[in-house]
């Protein structure tokens, strides 16, 4: 896995007694709705420092063509004279063209409330450093750009954009996805000002994706949430992303994502993989340790050290982690549940000869049948007991054949599904799962009984149908008998 250094270099010495942040580094976040060319204008040396009214940045730079690129003067009182608009607050300084509504006036707010929540993510000491950004939230580019503050060496981006510790979004559709974006950027800055600028493009946007997707009341800000309904998060689209490609015939595995370029974001696409891929690793418990110590390898300066420090954190999770993507990608929806989903992938035994009966629980995913299964042989499938599938107006008792009163995936709900997956060094790619009948792509129902012919060799696994999203209000449990045929 080889990447390309796409980063900035943080470092602080001492310019007339104040500290000075020397920084190179581009940051895009493209449109919803269409992509601009993300130019690699690579590394531009700035400073920044706070003087009586107004903050300075200060060059030139240079790109790694030897071009250079000159500073701009962020004049605080020249700022207000032309008409924009300015928000204060601990963490950020906010420059706008737009009306100071409840909703914009919040942002700084928002923004301070996030920073110690980025602190207790990469484990900083809160105010361990100074830290500050300054923002332009632009729904006419042109008098920003009149006023220096869009510098003309900008390379061309469509909603968001940082620098160092300074930011430019444009203004959005929605106010969640305005957030969103405020966030996104910040917690680049955030990255760049406490562990420096040697990120693979997997992590530097995915972990901007993970915080930047958001609950917020008015009161309370949570980064990092699942969010449980396209309605709380308008304008987001990830999880759409994923599951359109995976309805394409398009989907990635994790070493895919892993080994996105520095080009690879000129698109809004590898956004929704990233994000998914974070949140897997952020989520799953297997994962989740390994993870939250990538930080500390982003001032190694060797990007491949990066990602085969995380495989050798991570260990056999690495290899859980592969084929928790394929139910990943079969069952991704809004509010997704990566506990209950996790599964167990250790390799099956194979089945008595008088049959084996294994329990399964309805408020878990994909569970591990123990049992392995050999290509060719046929098994009969039993399936017995008594569960609840749903609360929604009381409790819905419900039977392994499922009720057809509702659908999942093309199943009827609570129904008993199988898949058959050989359990190896690592999955079969997802593209040919997606193909495969008695993949967890592609399951086979069971309902109360059934005559299952294994197609491959494998580890059964069974579930009981439903949603990923709502299995935390599914209780009880069937038993399913398995014997081999003759």
Known sequence: MVFSPTGVNMSQSSRRGVPVVRFRENDRHPRQTHWTGRFLVGFWSVSLFLTAGEVVAQGPGADISGRRYPGFPIDDSRLLQAGLHKISSARLTLYTDLPITPEIDELGRVFDAAYPQWCAFFGITPDSRPWKMTGFLMKDPRPFRELGVLPSWLPPFANGFSVGNVLWIYEQPSAYYRRHLLIHEGTHGFLRAHFGDWIPPWYNEGIAELLGTHFWDGQTLRLGVVPKSREEVPMWGRIKIVRDAVAQQRPLSLTDILNFGPTAHRDLEPYGWCWAATALFAHDPRCQSAFKKLPQFIQQGNLQ???????????????????????????????????????????????????????????????????????????????????????????????????????????????????????????????????????????????????????????????????????????????VKVVPLN
Not at 311 to 324: C, D, H, I, T
Not at 330 to 339: C, K, M, R
Not at 353 to 382: D, F, H, M, P
Not at 394 to 401: K, L, R, S, T
Request: hydrophobic share 40%; aromatic share 10%.
């Open 305 to 479: 050290t990066f990602n085969e420090n995380f495989l050798k954190l991570l260990g056999p999770a690495w290899k859980s982690a592969e084929y928790q993507w394929l139910i990943v990608l079969a069952d991704l929806d809004y509010g997704y549940d990566f506990v209950r989903t996790a599964a167990d992938f250790t390799p099956g035994s194979p089945v008595l000869t008088g049959g084996s009966a294994v329990r399964i629980e309805a408020g878990k995913g994909w569970q591990n049948s123990g049992l392995r299964l050999e290509v060719g042989q046929r098994y009969q499938l039993t399936a017995s007991g008594r569960f609840v599938v749903a609360q929604d107006g009381g409790p819905w008792e419900c039977e392994p054949q499922g009720v057809t009163i509702r659908y999942v995936c093309g199943y009827p709900l609570g129904t008993l599904l199988a898949a058959i997956v050989p359990v190896e060094d690592s999955p079969p790619p997802p593209g040919t799962e997606l193909n495969t009948r008695g993949s967890f792509l592609q399951p086979i129902a069971v309902g109360r009984g059934s005559v299952l012919t294994a197609e491959r060799t494998g580890t059964l696994f069974l579930r009981i149908n439903d949603s990923a999203a709502e299995l935390s209000d599914n209780f009880g449990d069937i038993v």
